[in-house]
């Protein structure tokens, strides 16, 4: 009796092995934002970072509280939202930081921004008014609150994506010197991030609005007599951490992103962020409230 010969199983057909990257990637879903317990949020930007110091203080530039405040306006020099003030305007914002001069909500006594002044004064030899330090603050932290709204509105940013492009990009200039104003809007953000990240009627829509009336910041003229006096306590020291014929007086609070027209994924920056690569400088004649 011969033996039947077994057949062999035919081979199943493969799909050939592809090596497009895009096959078989599938993009992942970016999970809902749910607001955090109190305490718990992200706070990136209170991280330690790199820039360049503050410029040591010159003796013969030393000027005590209410020697600066009896200088006369005529002397005060403008400044502006250009490059060429880039650096006395950081200068600003670390001293706003170092006297806790931020903390003081929308009426500020003007002691606290004349102790600016003069640490400015003591350090670059410019004399500004407490006016102009004040300003600088007041449309810088506009400015701040203008780019969180559209970063996480228009953008859809998470907070690594944000907190990289304001340190890499040049949306807002000063921001290593003025982090600390990012605890000014802590509770905004996450309001923000609830209504268009996460369940939109969730979202504390009052303290929203109340934040975006909150940006006319003045001096309480009500304060005392003495508000001028001395502090001993308050030595001028910097923190670890060519005037124009005609200044900028506002800088821009509007940001253009340009989005790609196209999107290609390569494995090697698919988790990277780039930053766009246009912006506009030019400063607006007026401020809108978002």
Same mark, same amino acid.
């Given at each position: 009796?011969?033996?039947?010969?077994?057949?062999?199983?035919?081979?199943?057909?493969?799909?050939?092995?592809?090596?497009?990257?895009?096959?078989?990637?599938?993009?992942?879903?970016?999970?809902?934002?749910?607001?955090?317990?109190?305490?718990?949020? %992200?706070?990136?930007?209170?991280?330690?970072?790199?820039?360049?110091?503050?410029?040591?203080?010159?003796?013969?530039?030393?000027?005590?509280?209410?020697?600066?405040?009896?200088?006369?306006?005529?002397?005060?020099?403008?400044?502006?939202?250009?490059?060429?003030?880039?650096?006395?305007?950081?200068?600003?914002?670390?001293?706003?930081?170092?006297?806790?001069?931020?903390?003081?909500?929308?009426?500020?006594?003007?002691?606290?921004?004349?102790?600016?002044?003069?640490?400015?004064?003591?350090?670059?030899?410019?004399?500004?008014?407490?006016?102009?330090?004040?300003?600088?603050?007041?449309?810088?932290?506009?400015?701040?609150?203008?780019?969180?709204?559209?970063?996480?509105?228009?953008?859809?940013?998470?907070?690594?994506?944000?907190?990289?492009? %304001?340190?890499?990009?040049?949306?807002?200039?000063?921001?290593?010197?003025?982090?600390?104003?990012?605890?000014?809007?802590?509770?905004?953000?996450?309001?923000?991030?609830?209504?268009?990240?996460?369940?939109?009627?969730?979202?504390?829509?009052?303290?929203?609005?109340?934040?975006?009336?909150?940006?006319?910041?003045?001096?309480?003229?009500?304060?005392?007599?003495?508000?001028?006096?001395?502090?001993?306590?308050?030595?001028?020291?910097?923190?670890?951490?060519?005037?124009?014929?005609?200044?900028?007086?506002?800088?821009?609070?509007?940001?253009?992103?340009?989005?790609?027209?196209?999107?290609?994924?390569?494995?090697?920056?698919?988790?990277?962020?780039?930053?766009?690569?246009?912006?506009?400088?030019?400063?607006?004649?007026?401020?809108?409230?978002?």
């Amino acid at each position: 009796m011969s033996r039947r010969k077994k057949s062999r199983p035919e081979k199943i057909p493969q799909d050939p092995v592809t090596t497009d990257p895009i096959v078989g990637y599938v993009e992942p879903k970016k999970v809902p934002f749910v607001r955090p317990p109190p305490g718990t949020a %992200l706070c990136l930007w209170k991280e330690q970072i790199d820039r360049d110091p503050i410029p040591d203080g010159r003796m013969e530039f030393y000027r005590s509280i209410s020697d600066y405040s009896k200088i006369e306006e005529s002397k005060f020099e403008p400044i502006g939202w250009g490059p060429e003030d880039l650096q006395t305007r950081n200068i600003v914002y670390a001293f706003i930081e170092l006297t806790g001069a931020w903390r003081h909500g929308l009426r500020v006594p003007r002691k606290e921004f004349i102790d600016v002044a003069r640490r400015v004064y003591h350090c670059t030899g410019r004399l500004l008014s407490a006016e102009s330090c004040l300003d600088i603050w007041s449309k810088g932290r506009l400015l701040l609150r203008k780019f969180l709204r559209t970063a996480i509105e228009d953008m859809l940013m998470d907070p690594e994506e944000m907190e990289n492009t %304001l340190i890499t990009s040049e949306w807002i200039p000063s921001y290593s010197y003025m982090r600390f104003a990012r605890e000014v809007f802590h509770e905004y953000e996450i309001e923000l991030r609830v209504k268009y990240l996460g369940d939109r009627t969730d979202a504390d829509n009052e303290l929203i609005t109340r934040t975006e009336k909150e940006d006319d910041i003045q001096f309480d003229e009500e304060e005392c007599n003495d508000a001028v006096d001395d502090d001993e306590t308050a030595p001028v020291v910097a923190p670890d951490h060519q005037e124009s014929e005609e200044v900028d007086s506002d800088p821009p609070t509007t940001f253009t992103f340009a989005p790609p027209t196209t999107f290609e994924y390569d494995p090697s920056t698919a988790f990277q962020f780039s930053s766009p690569t246009t912006i506009t400088f030019a400063p607006p004649t007026t401020f809108e409230l978002h």
